[in-house]
């Protein structure tokens, strides 16, 4: 079992924290879906004191598991997380299916996917989703890349996807679609060089996630737990969609999805059940 | 294995049982699905006798498991009892994701939702949706929240949730449902104070449940395997109203719904069963 | 692991067999999905040898966990096999979830559904789904009564369940929705007294299965397998029909259904897998 | 856990090669979706040695259990692989079940579906299906045949079948569909002689599967992990296209999808990932 690290800070966007250090904080701020405020008697830790290098790669390899077990990715996709000590370095596995992934497997990438350490085994031709994205959204802690079927279906049927219910809040007023034969004609689809990285960020623009036609999805967060749940409720909201078959969907207006989403920051009480979860099947 | 408390009594609207106590009384009474009125051969207990408030309370924790099992919940989604020797009280788990409840993760709470025994763990904040409708429906003894997502889409296309089957019957006519903007304008979409539980327990009115738009539903019951019941078949009744996919479905008549809900009362073998199943699972 | 008796004969509608002898028989004789006719060097058994009341029972106790793995039936529905001594007596659990029935649990019951050995437990009230088709269907051996949504979702939309691929050619040119209303007015909908069954029978006529609206289904056969793998193929081909989301379907013409399904009597691997698959979770 | 053949070469549509030998060569030369090209530092194999008929088994046999626990085929359904030093012979599984196939059940057949050793095992009655389009696609080194639910629906609708996202880029512009009553008239369905082979093989022409109305359907391919990988992406594709409800689709352009498929030969991080999957469940 992990041990969590409880040296652990603040939450919001200016640092970030990994699933169970921001858990605490959560209970502490009440800093859950729930906006509680209530007290919490618990271990006081220090706000914003950094997490170590090695609970934050903790995290990302199980952030692999989690995305890997809530069927978000699959043989494909990845997730990454910012160094917080150098916003120009990113960690990310090298090339391995999620399922898979340790700690030893992850290498850490310059903002050019150059490895900083010299590390020579494969990578992700699609690094340059997260590079890109991190190059322009300071803000950005974290990104997902999916293939869930629900996601890529809606990237496909020209209909806007929003939020069905307030676990989606973070969809708003929708998220854009990025297709790639608009900048550059016919290709394989994938993002595998700096400058479709480039274009799908600025498709992203500010926003939290992004469709891609014919091929899937990004969410990014402030964290690996936020952007991880964004992309399990990314992929939920988008069932829901398709559920409705067809039918008009009173969906969230954009004020109830702005304070949904004030309120499900992070998804503490989701990281930590969907973590039980991976870890009871070891 | 849990022991099953054996003093336990009648069924029906003036007092409450636990499911396993409710098994046996089913089989002593026919009280079944199908409303045998054949005897059965077991040990005689005394009609009514109160249970113990131990064996409430693993019912209640065997509640959210079973419900976190049947998918009724996941991270999110609550269960209650009231409590049985004080009814202006209720037992409900304090802030936890519903697979993690034990026995002393329970808090006993009054109908302003202040904790009985000055426990200051974190609660829910929608802990209102209980003592609301509690304060206001005497008949109720137990109260599911579900965020299930054929229950959420049915709360926002705008057509009626009727009972396809016999299982459906406690639907009946249609459930109401509960669209927040309509008192508050606009929100997060929680019910995270009393006047919000006040006016969800106003559209809940008498019946057995309702659909909340954007958010998911509720059920009520007699008891915690009524409520709990109800939420499943709340759950498989939406997902073939939607598996329908729009066609006109001929739905029971009221007076069938009524009729079968009559012999539905409690639903003491599914309860055996799903708890077999995540028994069967520790 | 069960025993398998050898001592296995022919089948077509005069005998019967336990999914197991029948697996054996099929092979001999190619009667499998396959037509194949290829001899198979196996011990040879003497044709028509009945198979033992322990064996079949055993064999209606595996029937009952394939169901409930399968998705037949959960805490309720029922399955049945005539005696074979007795066509007059038929075998059937008591009243218990599917899953949990064992050997012991099993009645024998004549087709007034008064126990034959004065066994005074509890029964399914339904069981006069079975009676009532034993009595006028001297062709039928086994029965299952199945609750699976999809099943339940084609007794109540008005259009025909017709066979979308070989696996369900016994639907032929479709199967009867039997709907209590019509001969009952209103109810709570169960067959659950000697009129209704006959009512059922009725409808049912000569046909391999029938739906019931607002109910579920029944499907019935030369023996426990043939009956289980109607049900289960049953319920496969309304889901088919349901994907299908109301596009017309090019399902088979009556001649290829009824080719098909000559092809497909008994589903002796389709047995055999299920069989496996619940054991493994023992 | 099986041990992996490193005496492995390129691949392509000369040779052939294991899921994991192709893996492995996959890793040297980057031939994975992504294309990748960058070195990897493993230990170097000689391109093109063929690998050993021990590991081509084992690895068919893996292939059957991949397949039903990846849906594509259940108690019915089977994989072959051509004998890559006799083209006028194939491995395929005896009768039997694909979740109990194991290396003795493997027998060799020659174009005419005759045993090669004079095996007498019962054979699959659909041999046809694999004997056939080995004698007319030279190109074809392995064929899966399948039932599932969703390709099969997609066979009777009358919508192309189309790619969806890059994964189905094999799609291309679509599948055919074999209607076996446009030569044979009314059948059982199935492809139990050579002449009926012969029309599935000419209905295939040059493509990478085919629809077979009312049945189910086939994928090719250069290898084992060839064919597998397509029969799990024509499923999961023909999924997304009824998920869409009757939607327009915005399918993927003839050119994306032929670049998307190059870059996507043979699916070696998806073989691994099954394989793992069907290997821990043992």
């Known amino acids: 079992m992990e ?5 652990v ?3 919001g966007r200016r640092g970030f924290l990994s699933g169970s250090s921001l858990l605490l904080t959560g209970a502490l701020l009440g800093a859950s879906e729930e906006m509680e405020g209530e007290p919490e008697p618990v271990a006081a830790t220090p706000q914003d004191a950094p997490q170590t290098k090695e609970t934050l790669l903790a995290d990302l390899v199980t952030a692999n598991h989690i ?3 809530q069927g978000v990715v699959d043989g ?3 997730v990454s997380v910012r160094n917080p000590t150098n916003p120009n370095h990113f960690y990310i596995s090298r090339w391995l299916a999620p399922d898979l992934v340790t700690p030893s497997d992850i290498v850490e990438l310059d903002l050019d996917c150059v490895p900083v350490n010299g590390d020579t085994r494969k990578l992700y031709s699609e690094r340059w989703i997260h590079s890109e994205i991190y190059r322009v959204r300071p803000d950005v802690k974290s990104i997902v ?6 996601v890529v279906v809606m990237g496909t049927i020209g209909e806007p996807l929003l939020p069905v219910y307030h676990m989606g809040g973070f969809i708003g007023t929708g998220l854009p679609t990025f297709d790639i034969r608009k900048s550059f004609g016919m290709t394989n689809m994938l993002i595998n060089d700096a400058p479709k990285g480039k274009a799908l960020a600025q498709t992203l ?3 939290p996630g992004a469709l891609m036609r014919g091929h899937g999805g990004i969410t990014v967060g402030n964290s690996i737990m936020h952007s991880v749940g964004r992309s399990v409720y990314l992929k939920i909201n988008a069932e829901m969609h398709l559920q409705a ?3 008009k969907i009173e969906t969230l207006a954009p004020e109830e999805a702005r304070l949904a989403e004030a309120g499900n920051q992070e998804f503490p009480k989701d990281w930590d059940l969907w973590k039980r979860q991976v870890m009871a099947k070891k």
Do not use: I
Not at 3 to 7: A, E, G, I, Y
Not at 145 to 150: D, G, I, Q, S, V
């Open 3 to 7: 041990k969590n690290n409880l040296r």
């Open 9 to 11: 800070p603040g939450f």
């Open 67 to 69: 995305l890997q077990d």
């Open 76 to 78: 494909y996709g990845h």
């Open 145 to 150: 890349h999916t293939h869930a079927p629900t």
């Open 205 to 207: 623009a500010d926003r």
């Open 245 to 247: 078959g067809g039918r």
